[in-house]
């Protein structure tokens, strides 16, 4: 016998929020590394485009989930 529960999956403050960016103009493959704030990552950017002229990039943001049951 199957017995299918709902959940719920919500953001986790505590948990911390990381940001990252890649370049992948021309296969650079240069990265920010992971920051603990946004703005870091976007300065990183906006150096790196300064530097080398790469205007193309992957941003990932990464953040904690708690999934809980309903009941």
């Known amino acids: 016998m199957y ?3 709902d959940h719920t999956i919500r953001h986790m ?3 911390g929020v990381t940001y990252e960016v890649f370049c992948v103009a021309h296969e650079c493959g240069e990265d920010s590394g992971p920051q603990d704030e946004q ?3 976007q300065d ?3 150096r790196h ?3 080398t002229g790469h205007d193309l990039f992957r ?3 990464t ?3 708690r999934v ?3 009941e």
Do not use: I, S
């Open 68 to 70: 809980t049951r309903e």
């Open 39 to 41: 703005t870091t990552a």
């Open 44 to 46: 990183w950017c906006l």
């Open 59 to 61: 941003r990932v943001v």
């Open 3 to 5: 017995r299918f529960v």
């Open 13 to 15: 403050p505590e948990g």
């Open 49 to 51: 485009t300064g530097w």
């Open 63 to 65: 953040d904690h989930a």
